[in-house]
């Protein structure tokens, strides 16, 4: 990865962290310092088809999640650690075209996703090391990791 492209990253991680902030006890009053609260996320253009692709491939992230957290808790390391490569990791880069979309992003963005692809395949290999080990700790860090990188994208970049 190029510095600046780290850097981008390393910006989005900020301003997700941001998020986190706690509001003045009110959750419609979420802003920042004393500013109104204003969307300051890129918007990207995407052609029509590939942003309704993306958004299809966005709702199986999330379900992946879901499927990897169920297979940690019933101790299905071996799922968890396969559904986390072949859905996030660099195993799915193929399937979801991420070669054609990443002309459409930013850097940055394109940095955020691969990211995200790196985090889950070192997940993978986590779960796998929990199935060794029997100790789940490294690889819910792990797990962590991944779902901060899919804050911190959604954090600076929107689609039209
Ligand atoms: C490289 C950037 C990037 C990464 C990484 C990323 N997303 Fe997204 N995601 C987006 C963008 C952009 C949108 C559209 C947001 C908007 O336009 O408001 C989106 C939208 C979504 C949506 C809404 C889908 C819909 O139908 O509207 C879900 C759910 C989602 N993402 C889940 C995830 C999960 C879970 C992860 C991590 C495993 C993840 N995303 C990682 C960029 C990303």
């Given at each position: 990865m190029k510095p600046h492209t780290l850097a981008t990253v390393t910006t989005a991680l900020a301003l997700a962290a941001c998020s986190h902030t706690p509001g003045a006890g009110d959750a419609s009053a979420h802003s920042h310092g004393a500013a109104?609260?204003?969307d300051a996320r890129a918007e990207v253009v995407f052609p029509e088809s590939m942003r309704a692709h993306t958004l299809?491939?966005?709702r199986d992230h999330l379900k992946a999640l879901a499927e990897i957290q169920a297979a940690l808790a019933e101790?299905?390391?071996d799922v968890a650690s396969s559904v986390a490569e072949q859905r996030l990791g660099m195993s799915s880069l193929k399937s979801h075209?991420?070669?054609?979309?990443?002309?459409y992003m930013p850097v940055g963005m394109q940095?955020?996703?691969e990211a995200?692809?790196?985090s889950a395949s070192r997940f993978a290999i986590e779960a796998q090391n929990s199935a060794a080990t029997g100790d789940l700790k490294p690889a819910v860090h792990a797990l962590?990791?991944?779902t901060s990188t899919c804050v911190a994208c959604h954090a600076g970049?929107?689609?039209r």
């Open positions: 109104p609260e204003v299809s491939n966005m101790g299905r390391y075209g991420a070669h054609d979309v990443a002309r940095a955020a996703g995200m692809h790196r962590a990791q991944v970049y929107r689609l």
